[in-house]
């Protein structure tokens, strides 16, 4: 891990130091799935959780390195900021589903306001405390976890699955956190930085109570592939395990 002069550095490997990747929330479900295939890349992987204790867990069991982050708390994320001195693939990964079938006219602006927190602000807060380490990296990959879910394609779609869920906190949040990763790839075309959106699909996780029929492992797939993406890969896109997702 290529932490700053204030921590030890990290594990080599030939001679030389191992990429390093950071996946936020990443104690349980498709997160874990992303740190666990990044690891069995050969990348080292510091396992990012709100609690220390089942962030340590989690990432014992799959030889990552756990550290405290909460993306809705600015200190906590520039703690860690200034740990990392360079950093190669950042995953945002972490992320909430609060509404349990409400319509959009019942949602609780609350609701609207903490699931923005987690979904779009958490995102772009960890990204640009993080942009400078991942300047530093050769080819960084910067992984934002979307959702079909927040397809305006889909949901103009009024037969299409999706368009049937009409979640106004999450859908919405997921289209902006879209546009988010637009404005980032644009602003870093020039650089060899790519940023992209994974649709992880349908799975079952904590977020959705198990309800979907995809597992946590295929859920990862296309963010394992967009975080370890060659020099001539997409940069701007959102995409599946099969490829591009209409926006």
Request: charge should be neutral; aromatic fraction near 4%; charged fraction near 20%.
């Amino acid at each position: 891990m290529r932490l700053s002069r204030r921590a030890p550095p990290g594990p080599t490997v030939g001679g030389m130091t191992t990429k390093t990747a950071l996946v936020t929330g990443a104690n349980k479900g498709i997160g874990l799935q992303i740190a666990r295939g990044l690891r069995e890349l050969g990348l080292t992987v510091l396992l990012g959780a709100r609690d220390p204790i089942r962030g340590k867990e989690a990432a014992e069991a799959i030889g990552a390195t756990a550290v405290q982050l909460d993306v809705t708390d600015e200190d906590s994320i520039a703690r860690l900021a200034e740990r990392i001195e360079v950093l190669d693939v950042l995953v945002n990964n972490a992320g909430v589903l609060l509404e349990r079938g409400a319509p959009p006219s019942a949602t609780p602006l609350e609701m609207l306001r903490e699931t923005y927190a987690v979904n779009v602000f958490g995102v772009v807060a960890v990204t640009n405390a993080l942009l400078p380490a991942l300047r530093r990296a050769p080819a960084a990959r910067i992984v934002n976890l979307g959702s079909g879910l927040g397809s305006l394609a889909y949901a103009s779609t009024p037969d299409h699955v999706y368009a049937r869920n009409p979640l106004l906190a999450y859908n919405s949040s997921k289209s902006a956190l879209s546009a988010v990763t637009l404005a980032y790839a644009n602003e870093l075309r020039d650089t060899p930085i790519k940023v992209n959106v994974a649709d992880p699909g349908y799975c079952a996780t904590d977020l959705n109570m198990h309800s979907g029929p995809r597992t946590a492992e295929q859920g990862a797939v296309a963010a394992i592939r967009l975080a370890t993406l060659p020099e001539d890969g997409p940069t701007g896109g959102l995409i599946d395990d099969e490829g591009p997702v209409p926006w």
